[in-house]
């Protein structure tokens, strides 16, 4: 079945640093991509998608492509500011209306 | 537009009770589908409800079960509780058409979830 794998965390960062959240994932054919955020005590939040090959989803300074090639969809930001400190989670779907996520990668931005 | 609502948004029971939530869908929103969030699993899908029948089913007992009705709210209900039933339940509603071969695009929308504790 499908699976995703993301970047075990915590990630500790320092403000207006570079950010890059690993994912892979497995499927076979052409699964639709997404990153969902999870600020403490609230629920998730879509924070980008692709679902084709090649796309670029962008949000809010975050950015991701979807390689085909390496099944990857490497979750990316220029400069981290501390209201970035959340969970962040990889997603995939296919088919069915069933999302498959990853483990999640605590991310953490320091003033 | 009004986002997924889900209520009430903690709960404490104890084991052997059962419990109902509630999720209200984006309006115009006809899929629903509940997702358990733990720190040990992770987030893993329960069940997708679409014009009130249940589509797709996770690796869930029987315990855990769901209805929709016809306005799309659902409800799922968890019988005999059990220690380990302790999560975050969070709904998820899209616009989905019908059928599972469907080119999902459709993205699932989030509410702040259910926190339930089982003493």
């Known amino acids: 079945g499908n699976s995703v794998t993301q970047m075990e965390g915590p990630v500790t960062l320092s403000e207006e640093a570079f950010l890059t959240i690993n994912c892979t994932y497995t499927a076979t054919g052409y699964p639709s991509l997404f990153w969902y955020v999870q600020y403490p005590g609230e629920g998730l939040q879509l924070l980008l998608k692709?679902?084709?090959?090649?796309d670029k989803g962008s949000n809010k300074g975050f950015e991701a492509t979807y390689r085909k090639e390496t099944t990857s969809f490497h979750l990316e930001k220029g400069s981290v500011q501390v209201s970035d400190s959340a969970v962040y989670f990889c997603?995939?779907?296919?088919?069915?209306?069933?999302?498959?996520f990853g483990q999640g990668t605590r991310l953490t931005i320091n003033p | 537009k009004a986002g997924v609502t889900q209520t009430p948004r903690y709960l404490i029971k104890t084991r052997g009770q059962q419990v109902t939530l509630s999720c209200s869908p984006i309006s115009g929103h006809r899929s629903v589908s509940w997702y358990q969030q733990t720190p040990g699993q992770g987030l893993q899908f329960l069940f997708e409800?679409?014009?009130?029948?249940?589509?797709n089913k996770g690796n869930f007992p029987g315990r855990f079960s769901g209805r929709q009705f016809s306005n799309s709210r659902s409800e799922m209900n968890v019988s005999t509780l059990e220690l380990g039933d302790s999560a975050l339940y969070l709904c998820?509603?899209?616009?989905?058409?019908?059928?599972?071969?469907?080119?999902?695009?459709?993205?699932?929308?989030f509410g702040p979830g259910t926190r339930l504790t089982v003493l």
């Open positions: 997603a995939i779907i296919q088919g069915a209306q069933k999302l498959v």
């Open positions: 409800y679409f014009s009130e029948t249940q589509r």
């Open positions: 692709a679902t084709k090959a090649d």
């Open positions: 998820a509603s899209s616009l989905a058409s019908g059928g599972a071969s469907s080119s999902s695009t459709d993205t699932q929308y």
